[in-house]
C-alpha cells in the first residue's frame, strides 16, 4: 500500500470521526444537558483533553493519570498538583519545588484583561510580569516548552527574583533543543511552514 494512499486513509477516517464527535455522543467529546442557570436547550460540553500548558503534564504525572486529569476540572485537578511538588523534590529545594506548585497550578492560560492585552506572555500573570508582561497568556512567539523546563530544571525562577537561586539547576535539560526563529505570519494561519 502506498504513502500516499496511507494517509489518505487515515485523513479520511480521522474527518469521519471528528464529524461523528460533533454531531453524536459517539466520540469522546460528548453533550450533555445544559448546566443549570443557562438557557434552556444549551448544551454542555465534557472536556477531554486539558493541555493548557505544553509540558507540565507530560514531565510530571506518569502516562496513566493523563486521563484522570484530563477529565477533571482544571482547579480540581486530582493528582497534577502534588506531583509538580513531589517530582521537583527530588532534585529541588523545598522553596523551588513549591513555587514551581504555585506558577505551574492549576493548568490554565491565566491573563490579567487589565494589563496590555497586545503584549502576552507565557507565565507573565503567574510571575508578576517577570517574564514580559504582566497580561500573560500566551504570545505566538513565546516558547513555553523551554520557558517550562527552564523553570523545573534551570535558574529561570530565581533569576526573575520570585526565589532564592538553590544551585540544583540541571543546565542539559533546561530545552528541548528545537530551534524556531519566530518568523511569523500577518495572516492564518500566523505561523511559517514546518522545516
Do not use: W
Not at 118 to 145: C, H, I
Amino acid at each position: 500500500m502506498s504513502t500516499r494512499y496511507t494517509i489518505a486513509l487515515a485523513t479520511a477516517a480521522l474527518i469521519g470521526i471528528v464529524i461523528a464527535g460533533c454531531t453524536s455522543n459517539s466520540v469522546g467529546f460528548n453533550p450533555a444537558p445544559g448546566p443549570s442557570g443557562a438557557p434552556p436547550g444549551a448544551t454542555a460540553y465534557h472536556q477531554i483533553e486539558l493541555l493548557s500548558r505544553p509540558a507540565v503534564k507530560e514531565v510530571f504525572e506518569q502516562f496513566e493519570d493523563h486521563n484522570k486529569t484530563n477529565r477533571s476540572e482544571p482547579y480540581a485537578d486530582p493528582t497534577l498538583a502534588s506531583m509538580i511538588k513531589s517530582f521537583a523534590l527530588n532534585f529541588r529545594s523545598e522553596k523551588t519545588a513549591a513555587t514551581l506548585q504555585a506558577v505551574l497550578y492549576p493548568n490554565v492560560m491565566k491573563v490579567d484583561l487589565s494589563q496590555n492585552v497586545a503584549s502576552a506572555s507565557y507565565l507573565g500573570y503567574e510571575t508578576g510580569g517577570a517574564t514580559g508582561s504582566k497580561f500573560g497568556g500566551r504570545a505566538l512567539a513565546d516558547d513555553v516548552v523551554d520557558i517550562s523546563l527552564g523553570a523545573l530544571f534551570g535558574n529561570t525562577l530565581s533569576a526573575l527574583g520570585l526565589i532564592p537561586d538553590d544551585h540544583k539547576e540541571a543546565p542539559c535539560l533546561t530545552t528541548d533543543n528545537v530551534g524556531y526563529d519566530k518568523m511569523n505570519v500577518s495572516t492564518f494561519p500566523y505561523v511559517q511552514a514546518p522545516i
